[in-house]
């Protein structure tokens, strides 16, 4: 059969992978669910094995099962479950709608047209779980009710989250332009929702700081609910976007206590976009390039892979404290190359450009005024 192979597969659980082009239908062949790409998805949820519903966690170490083949994710691929939303309004104006992009940077697909009972909040369509997610999905599928892009202003993924969960100091290359050591445990702090803007709005560079500075972030988009979340972190995620963590260095570092908070916080210092990517489109979410450039000028250049608390420890981290829910957005660190560590240090001032990118997820490219 070779390549990826439709169908279903003999195979046995428990053991190491291997290559899979040789493989033919009904053959017996180590399993590592590992192997599969799929992380944590496949252990905890019933899956149709077979065409007949199981719970993996039954699974013993070596134990035959006739398993529908599920082929590793690989860049590119567009796997069941993978989705780009959006919210979206017309150029003319109008009440916000939730729609889906065909590709990155494509035409939307209008979710609210098709599915007019659906709600026309992300975060209440994620509240919805697997059935708005489902309907979202034979929508994409049906080929109808196309806007193109150039008729819509795409607005932050989600625009009314509860909770702007941030993490400070979750890059090994941000810590080592500070010269500082590696934390021992997850810095959190938090913004008002008030600061979201859009994947394309303005900053408003505010009167009040002479030390706006950028911050490339990617962020983590809660989908189901839960608190001392332990296994299965992943499982409580519905996707992924590109931030830009806009701060006010004067507040951060030497005003108000030195509290975070209000330096992180003016309006619209969170832009977020162009998308909420579902976590099936999103081959390794721990090994992306992220970047960030000013006027055209690349200033942060770096992997995911430099985290040093990945989103599960953080996950279950967070939920020790609060109870996650769907549309909470985790904000998970910065790289290197913010402009107050620079020598002498740059800050935004108006008129600049902003451009944040993460690899399969998007770019969002914001004006200061």
């Not at 962020?219 to 001392?228: C, E, L, P, W, Y």
């Not at 942060?300 to 609060?322: E, G, M, N, Y």
């Not at 549309?327 to 600049?352: A, E, H, M, Q, S």
């Amino acid at each position: 059969m070779g390549g990826n192979p439709p169908g279903i597969s003999l195979c046995r659980t428990g053991e190491i992978g291997q290559d899979w082009s040789g493989v033919e239908l009904g053959e017996e062949i180590p399993w590592d669910w590992g192997d599969v790409g799929l992380e944590g998805s496949l252990r905890s949820e019933p899956c149709q094995i077979a065409g007949i519903p199981q719970d993996l966690d039954c699974v013993g170490s070596g134990d035959l099962l006739p398993l529908i083949w599920i082929p590793r994710i690989r860049r590119g691929m567009r796997l069941p479950g993978a989705m780009r939303l959006v919210r979206f309004r017309g150029t003319g104006g109008g009440e916000p709608r939730l729609g889906l992009e065909e590709a990155p940077g494509g035409d939307l697909v209008d979710l609210s047209t098709a599915e007019p009972a659906l709600p026309r909040s992300m975060r209440a369509f994620l509240e919805r779980g697997r059935g708005g997610l489902a309907a979202a999905r034979r929508v994409l599928e049906s080929g109808g009710h196309r806007v193109p892009r150039s008729s819509v202003q795409l607005l932050a993924p989600v625009g009314d989250p509860e909770k702007v969960i941030c993490v400070g100091l979750n890059y090994r290359d941000h810590c080592l332009e500070q010269g500082i050591s590696v934390p021992r445990e997850p810095i959190i702090f938090s913004k008002f929702p008030s600061a979201i803007a859009g994947p394309f709005d303005d900053i408003v560079h505010p009167q009040e700081s002479t030390e706006v500075d950028w911050e490339v972030e990617l962020a983590a988009v809660i989908g189901t609910k839960g608190r001392h979340i332990q296994a299965s972190a992943l499982d409580h995620v519905v996707g992924y976007t590109v931030a830009n963590d806009i701060s006010a260095r004067d507040w951060q570092m030497r005003r108000n206590g030195r509290q975070w908070l209000l330096g992180k916080t003016f309006d619209t210092f969170c832009p977020l976009g162009p998308a909420l990517v579902t976590k099936e489109a999103v081959a390794d979410v721990h090994n992306l390039g992220i970047r960030c450039s000013v006027n055209g000028q690349v200033m942060q250049d770096s992997s995911t892979s430099q985290l040093i608390f990945r989103l599960p420890k953080l996950i279950a981290w967070v939920s020790q404290f609060v109870t996650l829910v769907p549309g909470d957005i985790l904000l998970t660190g910065t790289p290197r190359g913010v402009g107050v560590f620079r020598n002498p240090p740059v800050f935004l001032k108006r008129g600049d450009e902003v451009r944040c990118e993460i690899e399969e997820l998007g770019t969002i490219c914001n004006r200061v005024v």
